[in-house]
């Protein structure tokens, strides 16, 4: 098969490693990619939002599946050209995409088909919203209805706060995106990412896998993409699973259907494990980044296969395998990361990083110049380590960053710590 990869950080290198290896696969190409990515594929300078280009590419190298890695080229109707020309592609529609693309979207969704969420409220203007938080109080939860680099969600603690982020948004603090706001119920509870495979009207669990979204050790600091990831998650217990399996994805993809708009793809559900059980705030509409890069060293299944199924509504019979070991992943960030950071640092020790027994090492914001790897974002590597526990994958992966040499890199040095401490009893 030909294949053709749309992204370019840490969450498409692991996709494209785990494609690599598929007995299925004769060429990779990857759009734009990067420098890990190019150990895999083959990295090609093509706009991905000419999906004109995109289609051309496609044809002119007789490209049997086109994967889509992040959301904005989803949300952008990229699966629908494709399949428009006749090219098979891994993920949603555009109007399924909304689950991610608008906040709103998936709250209406919730309450016309009794999925559990936080009690929420759709605002235009700015003076409705605030008066709406006044009657309220805090904490609230303060969310710009469009896509915004997972930077879109203000927790507000006090009503000072929230006062705060309603002006932002509607000042353009995150443009279009924050044209509409959602104001929700602060849900109290343990945060927890449950990912399912969908072909439209069945959905795979995939196994469980938790991120730290926080910048600093101890969950301090602003909120990030992610820092980390591990898997399994201690606190999806089979009850847990089987609760969010018929609560929230079920009546999810049945009433994506109903709409007339299937889901197929990864659907990546945010979650609060609360007192009355798993209630949903978001939804997200591929794989998680970095969460990606621990299901695929953990997934013994070949990724290919599992992906046409999904694209050609097979997967009632389908069934996906994983390895019992462990995975953690640590994000490497540049300094000053989620804030202003400085790219082009020199970075080295990634050959002897990767000899660490399970490690594995993926490149999210990296650039390769004169025979060096560069720094080129605020995530910049993940470094991944898969073992028989938690614990010991965690150690792995550690051992792993303190053999990298990057000056201006920093990272979290708790990633998995909850897991751990569950090992530990």
């Known amino acids: 098969m030909h294949i053709l990869l749309i992204g ?4 498409e290198h692991a996709l494209a490693w ?26 090609i300078a093509l706009d991905v939002a000419n999906h004109a280009a995109v289609i051309d590419f496609c ?27 006749g090219i098979k592609a891994f993920g949603p529609s555009k109007l399924a995409a909304q689950l991610e693309g608008s906040k709103g979207f998936t709250k209406d969704l919730c309450s016309e088909f009794n999925i559990p969420t936080g009690a929420y409220r759709r605002f235009t203007r700015a003076a409705e919203a605030l008066a709406y938080v006044r009657t309220q109080g805090a904490p609230i939860v303060v969310k710009a209805d469009g896509l915004a680099a997972g930077k879109g969600v203000v927790v507000a603690k006090t009503l000072a706060e929230a006062e705060a982020a309603i002006e932002m948004m509607f000042g353009g603090g995150f443009g279009t995106a924050g044209a509409e706001v959602v104001i929700e119920e ?7 990412s449950f990912f399912a495979l969908c072909d439209g009207e069945t959905a795979i669990p995939l196994a469980s896998a938790q991120d730290h979204k926080r910048v600093f050790d101890h969950d301090e600091g602003p909120n990030t993409g992610g820092m980390g990831a591990y898997s399994p998650a201690p606190f999806v217990t089979a009850e847990v699973h ?8 079920a009546p999810t993809i049945a009433g994506m259907k109903a709409r007339g708009m299937p889901f197929k793809g990864i659907l990546y559900a945010g979650l609060m494990l609360t ?12 794989f998680g980044d970095p969460e990606c890069q621990v299901l ?27 390895f019992p070991e462990a995975a953690v992943t640590v994000v490497m960030a540049a300094k000053g990361y989620p804030g202003d950071y400085r790219k082009g640092s020199v970075i080295e020790g990634l050959e002897d990083a990767a000899k660490v027994d399970g490690a594995e090492i993926f490149h999210a914001g990296t650039v390769a110049k004169d025979g060096a790897i560069l720094a080129n974002g605020g995530r910049v590597l993940n470094v991944c380590a898969s073992a028989a526990t938690v614990t010991e994958a965690q150690a792995r992966a550690y051992r792993a960053v303190d053999l990298i040499k990057w ?19």
């Open 186 to 192: 602060f849900l109290e509870g343990r945060e927890v």
């Open 18 to 43: 785990k494609i690599a290896g598929s007995p299925l696969l004769t060429k990779l190409w990857c759009a734009p990619g990067n420098p890990g990515i190019a150990r895999e594929a083959e990295c």
């Open 8 to 11: 370019s950080g840490g969450r």
């Open 275 to 286: 007192a009355e059980g798993p209630k949903l705030f978001e939804y997200n509409v591929r």
């Open 296 to 322: 695929m060293l953990r997934m013994m299944s070949d990724l290919v296969p599992a992906m046409l199924a999904s694209c050609d509504g097979q997967l009632k019979n389908f069934d996906l395998r994983w």
């Open 407 to 425: 000056a201006d890199g920093f990272c979290r040095r708790d990633i998995a710590w909850q897991a751990i401490a569950a090992e530990r009893g």
């Open 59 to 85: 044809r002119a190298n007789k490209v049997d599946l086109v994967v889509v890695g992040p959301e904005t080229p989803l949300a952008a109707g990229i699966v629908d050209d494709l399949a428009a020309a």
């Open 242 to 249: 089987d609760q969010i399996m018929q609560r929230i994805i």
